[in-house]
């Protein structure tokens, strides 16, 4: 009967329409929070509410006092005050493990779409007692970290945050909360970073060789090499090479011995071309040149970049290659 109710079109309407209703409400929640990559914990942005348990702990003392009342019970009296002060006291005692914390972004590693990225975060006890089981977690998830924080201190924490596409995506909000000391009141705070999280595309798992060097401007003709190493400024080892011109990246990964070919590297360019990935549809292309930066990359390749309406001249080394990623992503 519940089953057939549940699949009648008023209630599923009902239903999407409460769902639509609680998401805007987040949202419109979630834009109130202040973006900043440091929030102190004070008594304006830290809130309390009972748990279950306190609410439980709650009912039993009025129990206890209507039972004591009507009994004329002196030592119900006695304990009935006795667990309400202990009640008030922990409500205190909650609140103050919280407040005061500090809370600081620190860093947000670089993250491929499909996987997760590690966010670090610092946790500044200034007061000279210890915090403790502070939880940390981002808003919606199920697992947190819990922590203890020495008195004047400061603790480091990473949370994983993962990101199913790629583009420029602002990290979610995190919450930090403790139930310490008796679990019968939940302390809580939400935490809106300013910094936003970079996911790249995701490399393409198996993908093909380097694209052929182009010829600079001024070299005629074409190549007819089948192996970009052939005349993309490597070649292999000859005796009597000095030892600055190996490629000892190449070597720990492949243990190939070569070299680099100043003339050839001089004739030729490496373009990763969005022309030159074949019939893809454009997210399997930004995975194709993806993987062919990291290429590159790793064998200490000079690469340019073509996308449509951008193009970034032929460099190496780290700047290059965040910048070729970065390229990717906003694409």
Same mark, same amino acid.
């Given at each position: 009967?519940?089953?057939?109710?549940?699949?009648?079109?008023?209630?599923?309407?009902?239903?999407?329409?409460?769902?639509?209703?609680?998401?805007?409400?987040?949202?419109?929640?979630?834009?109130?929070?202040?973006?900043?990559?440091?929030?102190?914990?004070?008594?304006?942005?830290?809130?309390?509410?009972?748990?279950?348990?306190?609410?439980?702990?709650?009912?039993?003392?009025?129990?206890?006092?209507?039972?004591?009342?009507?009994?004329?019970?002196?030592?119900?009296? @006695?304990?009935?005050?006795?667990?309400?002060?202990?009640?008030?006291?922990?409500?205190?005692?909650?609140?103050?493990?919280?407040?005061?914390?500090?809370?600081?972004?620190?860093?947000?590693?670089?993250?491929?779409?499909?996987?997760?990225?590690?966010?670090?975060?610092?946790?500044?006890?200034?007061?000279?007692?210890?915090?403790?089981?502070?939880?940390?977690?981002?808003?919606?998830?199920?697992?947190?970290?819990?922590?203890?924080?020495?008195?004047?201190?400061?603790?480091?924490?990473? @949370?994983?945050?993962?990101?199913?596409?790629?583009?420029?995506?602002?990290?979610?909000?995190?919450?930090?909360?403790?139930?310490?000391?008796?679990?019968?009141?939940?302390?809580?705070?939400?935490?809106?970073?300013?910094?936003?999280?970079?996911?790249?595309?995701?490399?393409?798992?198996?993908?093909?060789?380097?694209?052929?060097?182009?010829?600079?401007?001024?070299?005629?003709?074409?190549?007819?090499?089948?192996?970009?190493?052939?005349?993309?400024?490597?070649?292999?080892?000859?005796?009597?090479?000095?030892?600055?011109?190996?490629?000892?990246?190449?070597?720990?990964?492949?243990?190939?011995?070569?070299?680099?070919?100043?003339?050839?590297?001089?004739?030729?360019?490496?373009? @990763?071309?969005?022309?030159?990935?074949?019939?893809?549809?454009?997210?399997?292309?930004?995975?194709?040149?993806?993987?062919?930066?990291?290429?590159?990359?790793?064998?200490?390749?000079?690469?340019?970049?073509?996308?449509?309406?951008?193009?970034?001249?032929?460099?190496?080394?780290?700047?290059?290659?965040?910048?070729?990623?970065?390229?990717?992503?906003?694409?």
């Amino acid at each position: 009967m519940t089953d057939r109710l549940a699949r009648l079109p008023g209630v599923q309407g009902l239903r999407a329409r409460r769902s639509a209703l609680r998401l805007r409400l987040r949202r419109w929640w979630q834009q109130r929070q202040t973006a900043t990559d440091h929030l102190d914990l004070t008594q304006r942005n830290v809130y309390v509410l009972p748990t279950r348990a306190g609410l439980m702990l709650c009912v039993t003392l009025v129990a206890l006092l209507i039972g004591s009342i009507n009994y004329q019970l002196n030592l119900g009296y @006695l304990l009935t005050f006795l667990l309400a002060g202990c009640t008030a006291m922990a409500l205190f005692v909650s609140h103050g493990n919280l407040r005061g914390l500090g809370v600081t972004l620190r860093q947000v590693d670089e993250v491929y779409a499909g996987s997760a990225s590690t966010v670090h975060i610092e946790l500044t006890n200034t007061a000279k007692r210890p915090r403790f089981s502070v939880a940390l977690h981002t808003y919606g998830s199920p697992q947190a970290h819990v922590v203890d924080v020495d008195a004047q201190a400061i603790h480091s924490v990473s @949370l994983a945050v993962p990101w199913p596409a790629r583009g420029e995506h602002a990290l979610p909000l995190i919450v930090l909360e403790s139930r310490f000391p008796m679990g019968a009141f939940r302390v809580w705070t939400v935490w809106r970073p300013r910094t936003s999280q970079l996911v790249y595309p995701r490399p393409e798992p198996q993908a093909p060789a380097l694209p052929l060097g182009e010829a600079r401007a001024g070299q005629g003709g074409t190549s007819t090499a089948q192996d970009w190493s052939e005349f993309d400024g490597v070649r292999p080892y000859r005796s009597g090479d000095p030892l600055k011109a190996l490629l000892w990246k190449k070597f720990a990964k492949s243990n190939e011995l070569v070299s680099r070919d100043g003339q050839a590297s001089r004739q030729r360019q490496l373009w @990763l071309d969005w022309a030159r990935c074949g019939n893809l549809d454009p997210e399997a292309r930004l995975s194709r040149l993806t993987a062919w930066t990291l290429q590159a990359d790793k064998l200490g390749l000079p690469y340019g970049l073509r996308l449509p309406g951008r193009e970034l001249q032929p460099g190496q080394g780290a700047a290059h290659r965040v910048a070729c990623l970065k390229a990717l992503a906003l694409w």
